[in-house]
């Protein structure tokens, strides 16, 4: 039987009986036509799914179509399980996606409990349908980029060097972001498949045929002083031993690979397929070899940086799985979260996104338009849609993301909302972000990572995002759990041209900054309490001086 290849509905006809129902079967479609591997309902992660089996989709895609606008959807870890009457203002959707309580949130348990057909792994924007390809990330690893040139690097990263791997659904978007950051940028990957993918998609310049084709390009990138990328296909841990043999040194090093040995890490010496059936056949003996490459892996980025590289984790857990493989030194590295993105968290600045429902790329252009006219030229927002223009290519429906902070994400969607009403855009757009963000999420490894006042792994903030969100009017709201490493939240809000969808944007995104702003503040950082204070978020005797 051929796969099922799923294609995002383009125009302005609907199947559904509103267009908030009809923009979110788009988003759900759209995260599979950008998908890894989408004939098994795979987004990105080597596992992160849009629905726990393709039964459960059809049920999904049904109930859109004949639900009123006056109804909620619920999903339960990618199952429709409910409708229920509610109000025009409620969600359309309500999505709890991998929730598991303590005890059995390990890897192993987890993995026994989605075999069993119980729960599904979420990803952050998989499994709420918010995905839209490499772009969705590339923003954030640009920031990142950019934030090592400013603090080590005199401004420039013009003649260095980055070395990475993983070139998947989240870091393939770093080749991409390395050369807009003007750094040339090799990145490794076991599947060949990932890396040729980036190429055709405009993410990557080119493959190379071997490690001294590969070595040979970057140089003459760093030779040159221009941005590039060059990916190579290989196992992490083999090709980053071979070139610390030879001398090769990069300038950063950093890593996106998916490091669970259960869902996509790939032992030395095996293909991506073969480690799937290892781990089906014989875990025991693949998480051994799993471990042991990991180990290597992790242990040439510590070699890099003793020989003089800028290291750091880019949150995909590697430092705490070496950790538990027996290399306690990867503690040591630290994450691109408090070197380069906390100063941003606390003014509420973060990943926002949206989305042309209509498939028109049109729509986007005339949203990069109001951005021209509604921020000031040196607001960093236009630098970034002028070099987006340039450099990333749709993949699925037309959208962007674009970092943005308290008050102006709900400033550029009303903009926008009454250009839909106008007609100067041709359908709703669909305004969301990434998880990565101030206060939706809690995530001891990353993006709460060594908080100043120890509330690393405090979960009520992205829970009371979601409800926020549920209170605000957002369209869709979805709560996630990576097993035990982090719990999240994610919503959808639409911009439709109505009054009420200005009521709706407004009360969504200024709360959604809001609530990260006030969990800054409230962990007493000094910035974080300066923007609450002028937004007049705080109440009484809030906030705690560090």
């Known amino acids: 039987m051929e796969p099922r290849r799923i294609r995002a509905q383009r125009g302005t006809a609907l199947r559904c009986k509103g267009w908030h129902q009809e923009v979110i079967l788009r988003m759900l479609e759209n995260n599979l036509e950008n998908g890894e591997r989408p004939e098994d309902l795979v987004i990105y992660m080597s596992a992160a799914k849009a629905a726990r089996d393709?039964?459960?989709?059809?049920?999904?895609?049904?109930?859109?179509?004949?639900?009123?606008?006056?109804?909620?959807?619920?999903?339960?870890?990618?199952?429709?399980?409910?409708?229920?009457?509610?109000?025009?203002?409620?969600?359309?959707?309500?999505?709890?996606?991998?929730?598991?309580?303590?005890?059995?949130?390990?890897?192993?348990?987890?993995?026994?409990?989605?075999?069993?057909?119980?729960?599904?792994?979420?990803?952050?924007?998989?499994?709420?349908?918010?995905?839209?390809?490499?772009?969705?990330?590339?923003?954030?690893?640009?920031?990142?980029?950019?934030?090592?040139?400013?603090?080590?690097?005199?401004?420039?990263?013009?003649?260095?060097?980055?070395?990475?791997?993983?070139?998947?659904?989240?870091?393939?978007?770093?080749?991409?972001?390395?050369?807009?950051?003007?750094?040339?940028?090799?990145?490794?990957?076991?599947?060949?498949?990932?890396?040729?993918?980036?190429?055709?998609?405009?993410?990557?310049?080119?493959?190379?045929?071997?490690?001294?084709?590969?070595?040979?390009?970057?140089?003459?990138?760093?030779?040159?002083?221009?941005?590039?990328?060059?990916?190579?296909?290989?196992?992490?841990?083999?090709?980053?031993?071979a070139m610390l043999a030879r001398g090769f040194q990069p300038d950063i090093v950093t890593d996106q690979c998916m490091v669970d040995p259960y869902r996509g890490y790939v032992p030395s010496g095996s293909t991506p397929a073969q480690a799937a059936r290892w781990i089906q056949e014989d875990p025991a003996a693949a998480l051994a070899a799993a471990a042991a490459t990991l180990l290597r892996h992790a242990g040439a980025i510590l070699e890099f940086q003793r020989r003089g590289a800028l290291a750091f984790e880019y949150g995909n857990t590697l430092r705490a799985r070496a950790v538990e493989a027996g290399l306690p030194q990867a503690a040591e590295l630290e994450s691109f979260v408090t070197l380069f993105i906390r100063p941003l968290f606390c003014q509420g600045i973060g990943p926002f996104r949206w989305v042309a429902a209509s498939g028109d790329p049109k729509d986007i252009e005339a949203v990069d338009a109001i951005i021209d006219e509604t921020f000031d030229a040196d607001h960093p927002i236009r630098h970034w849609i002028g070099m987006a223009r340039r450099h990333i290519q749709f993949q699925g429906l037309p959208a962007r993301i674009g970092w943005l902070g308290h008050g102006e994400r709900s400033r550029l969607a009303l903009r926008v909302n009454e250009a839909v009403a106008s007609g100067r855009i041709s359908a709703p757009i669909a305004f969301t972000r990434d998880h990565l963000d101030a206060g939706s999420v809690a995530s001891p490894y990353r993006e709460t990572e060594k908080m100043q006042d120890g509330s690393d792994a405090i979960a009520d903030w992205p829970l009371l995002n979601a409800m926020l969100a549920c209170s605000g009017g957002a369209t869709l709201v979805a709560i996630h759990s990576n097993g035990n490493k982090s719990q999240s939240a994610g919503h959808t809000v639409i911009a439709d041209g109505t009054p009420l969808a200005a009521e709706r944007l407004a009360a969504v995104l200024d709360g959604d900054t809001g609530i990260g702003v006030t969990r800054y503040a409230e962990a007493g950082y000094e910035q974080a309490l300066g923007v609450a204070e002028a937004a007049g978020l705080g109440v009484a005797g809030a906030g705690r001086q560090a």
């Open 54 to 241: 393709w039964d459960s989709f059809d049920r999904i895609v049904q109930a859109l179509k004949t639900l009123d606008n006056d109804e909620t959807l619920i999903v339960q870890s990618g199952k429709p399980v409910a409708r229920f009457r509610t109000h025009e203002r409620a969600p359309r959707v309500l999505l709890a996606n991998g929730n598991v309580l303590g005890r059995w949130a390990g890897d192993d348990a987890m993995f026994q409990l989605e075999q069993r057909g119980l729960t599904i792994l979420p990803g952050m924007t998989a499994a709420c349908w918010q995905y839209i390809g490499s772009q969705g990330i590339v923003q954030g690893t640009y920031q990142s980029f950019v934030g090592a040139a400013h603090q080590y690097f005199g401004g420039s990263l013009a003649g260095r060097v980055i070395l990475t791997a993983g070139c998947g659904g989240m870091g393939g978007a770093q080749p991409l972001a390395g050369k807009m950051a003007g750094a040339a940028t090799l990145v490794v990957d076991a599947n060949p498949d990932a890396l040729q993918r980036r190429a055709d998609t405009g993410y990557l310049d080119t493959i190379a045929a071997s490690l001294d084709d590969a070595l040979a390009r970057i140089q003459a990138l760093a030779g040159a002083g221009e941005g590039g990328s060059v990916g190579l296909a290989g196992n992490a841990a083999d090709l980053y031993e």
